[in-house]
């Protein structure tokens, strides 16, 4: 069929291929996703133009070497900028608060603190609330995994899971791997605790290199790794099932925990997500890491740790960390995945993500230089940005602010302040007019250098 062609009617097409509406659905919306099709309100679907699609970024090529952290300010000012509601968020960290069921969030919370049993204070010390605990458990297992709730302990946010497990699987001065660009989150922790960090070279969509992580396995003595398997953070890569399987394999056979670090699983757009690399994990090796600030509750502070073999003494550090997470909290998100929809809010909040993402890229096409690479992330809300070799993102940052645009430079991703010409741009508001004359903006930028 040629651009802009209507596809047959969903009517049509059940009658002349016999099959059911919803299947036929199930495979327009496939083709949309795919960004092959789509759909026009009250009109049909109709086949996409096609632009030249710009080249994915490049394989990232960290030095094979063993750095001791100094992140830099930038992190905090990058983070500073994005709290006026008056910036163009393109620079966020955060999806669009506007996107989140905070009435039924509140009716839950305010039910669930005033049934609150004052026992159940005392009861819920670490690991946390046993029905929050069982409903996460329940979450594991439409993945196709079973976890133990007796494994999950609830945290402040997946911030304080990573940081207490990597307190439990490392001591000052051991050396970690990570990934390459990295979420700065892992950065500041590692420095926080002392550690020293080896690179690992990242493919913009295939993930994790882990030819080179073996290679670094033999050269460094690596005491554990943090690695992002689902919808990496800022390239948005995801591990293919083979791949993760591969990696839980390898750091068994060197006896090495994995801290996976999976705050944007629930985000992925496919129907039918794909388990985290935990699901391969015979030993209780991987402390799978998760969190429901990304996906139903931002600001409650909300998330857990399913930490295998190490569960205990994770535990135990979060009692000495900060004695316990808000019960409150917990039991109202327990109530809300029990009967508030939750399901139906990721759907919706999936497909408008899927929206803006296409929208932005849409966007980058009229507006970028040519020549400039990014790719299409299979869930979340970032573009990983790689720009012409003399664009300096930290002076884009400084420019883009005069005019009330935010963008997250690429430096603040990496241990070495490498990534100069890498931008992370935030797609996770609706598409408003105020982003599209931003990215024209960014593109006028992008053209000085
Ligand atoms: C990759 C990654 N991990 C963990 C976190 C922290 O999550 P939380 O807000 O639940 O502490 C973030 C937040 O930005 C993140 O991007």
Same mark, same amino acid.
């Given at each position: 069929?040629?651009?802009?062609?209507?596809?047959?009617?969903?009517?049509?097409?059940?009658?002349?291929?016999?099959?059911?509406?919803?299947?036929?659905?199930?495979?327009?919306?496939?083709?949309?996703?795919?960004?092959?099709?789509?759909?026009?309100?009250?009109?049909?679907?109709?086949?996409?133009?096609?632009?030249?699609?710009?080249?994915?970024?490049?394989?990232?090529?960290?030095?094979?070497?063993?750095?001791?952290?100094?992140?830099?300010?930038?992190?905090?000012?990058?983070?500073?900028?994005?709290?006026?509601?008056?910036?163009?968020?393109?620079?966020?960290?955060?999806?669009?608060?506007?996107?989140?069921?905070?009435?039924?969030?509140?009716?839950?919370?305010?039910?669930? =603190?005033?049934?609150?049993?004052?026992?159940?204070?005392?009861?819920?010390?670490?690991?946390?609330?046993?029905?929050?605990?069982?409903?996460?458990?329940?979450?594991?297992?439409?993945?196709?995994?079973?976890?133990?709730?007796?494994?999950?302990?609830?945290?402040?946010?997946? @911030?304080?899971?990573?940081?207490?497990?990597?307190?439990?699987?490392?001591?000052?001065?051991?050396?970690?791997?990570?990934?390459?660009?990295?979420?700065?989150?892992?950065?500041?922790?590692?420095?926080? @605790?002392?550690?020293?960090?080896?690179?690992?070279?990242?493919?913009?969509?295939?993930?994790?290199?882990?030819?080179?992580?073996?290679?670094?396995?033999?050269?460094?003595?690596?005491?554990?790794?943090?690695?992002?398997?689902? @919808?990496?953070?800022?390239?948005?890569?995801?591990?293919?099932?083979?791949?993760?399987?591969?990696?839980?394999?390898?750091?068994?056979?060197?006896?090495?925990?994995?801290?996976?670090?999976?705050?944007?699983?629930? @985000?992925?757009?496919?129907?039918?997500?794909?388990?985290?690399?935990?699901?391969?994990?015979?030993?209780?090796?991987?402390?799978?890491?998760?969190?429901?600030?990304?996906?139903?509750?931002?600001?409650?502070?909300?998330?857990?740790?399913?930490?295998?073999?190490?569960?205990?003494?994770?535990?135990?550090?979060?009692?000495?960390?900060?004695?316990?997470?808000?019960?409150?909290?917990?039991?109202?998100?327990?109530?809300?995945?029990?009967?508030?929809?939750?399901?139906?809010?990721?759907?919706?909040?999936?497909?408008?993500?899927?929206?803006?993402?296409?929208?932005?890229?849409?966007?980058?096409?009229?507006?970028?230089?040519?020549?400039?690479?990014?790719?299409?992330?299979?869930?979340?809300?970032?573009?990983?940005?790689?720009?012409?070799?003399?664009?300096?993102?930290?002076?884009?940052?400084?420019?883009?602010?005069?005019?009330?645009?935010?963008?997250?430079?690429?430096?603040?991703?990496? =241990?070495?302040?490498?990534?100069?010409?890498?931008?992370?741009?935030?797609?996770?508001?609706?598409?408003?007019?105020?982003?599209?004359?931003?990215?024209?903006?960014?593109?006028?930028?992008?053209?000085?250098?």
């Amino acid at each position: 069929m040629a651009a802009g062609d209507q596809l047959p009617s969903v009517r049509s097409l059940c009658q002349s291929r016999k099959v059911s509406p919803a299947t036929v659905l199930k495979a327009y919306e496939t083709l949309e996703a795919e960004y092959l099709i789509e759909s026009r309100p009250r009109s049909g679907y109709y086949v996409r133009a096609r632009r030249q699609q710009p080249m994915p970024p490049r394989t990232s090529r960290p030095k094979a070497q063993s750095t001791r952290l100094e992140v830099s300010d930038l992190v905090f000012q990058t983070l500073e900028a994005s709290r006026n509601r008056e910036v163009v968020p393109l620079g966020s960290a955060f999806p669009s608060p506007t996107q989140f069921p905070w009435p039924k969030l509140a009716r839950y919370l305010g039910s669930s =603190a005033r049934h609150l049993d004052p026992w159940s204070t005392i009861e819920s010390l670490p690991p946390g609330s046993v029905e929050l605990r069982q409903q996460i458990a329940k979450r594991y297992l439409r993945l196709g995994m079973t976890v133990g709730i007796e494994q999950i302990v609830v945290t402040a946010g997946a @911030l304080e899971a990573l940081s207490l497990a990597l307190q439990c699987v490392t001591r000052p001065g051991d050396t970690i791997a990570i990934e390459s660009p990295t979420f700065y989150g892992c950065l500041q922790a590692a420095q926080r @605790l002392g550690l020293h960090v080896v690179e690992i070279p990242m493919h913009p969509t295939e993930g994790l290199d882990i030819e080179a992580l073996e290679a670094s396995i033999v050269k460094f003595p690596i005491r554990a790794c943090w690695f992002m398997t689902t @919808l990496q953070h800022p390239t948005g890569a995801t591990l293919s099932q083979t791949r993760k399987r591969e990696l839980v394999r390898l750091l068994a056979s060197h006896d090495i925990p994995l801290i996976e670090d999976d705050a944007y699983s629930e @985000l992925q757009f496919a129907s039918k997500p794909e388990p985290p690399a935990k699901a391969f994990d015979k030993a209780g090796r991987v402390l799978h890491c998760g969190s429901f600030s990304k996906c139903l509750a931002p600001g409650y502070r909300l998330g857990w740790v399913a930490a295998g073999r190490y569960s205990a003494d994770l535990s135990r550090r979060k009692i000495e960390a900060s004695i316990a997470t808000s019960l409150p909290v917990q039991q109202g998100i327990a109530q809300m995945l029990r009967h508030g929809g939750y399901e139906t809010h990721l759907i919706s909040l999936r497909r408008n993500l899927a929206a803006s993402q296409l929208a932005a890229l849409e966007s980058l096409q009229r507006h970028f230089p040519v020549g400039y690479r990014v790719a299409a992330p299979r869930g979340g809300y970032f573009l990983w940005v790689e720009c012409g070799t003399r664009v300096d993102s930290l002076d884009v940052h400084r420019r883009a602010l005069d005019f009330g645009i935010t963008i997250a430079p690429g430096p603040i991703f990496s =241990a070495r302040q490498q990534f100069k010409n890498y931008l992370r741009l935030n797609t996770g508001h609706p598409w408003t007019n105020a982003m599209e004359q931003a990215t024209q903006k960014l593109g006028h930028l992008l053209r000085r250098y």
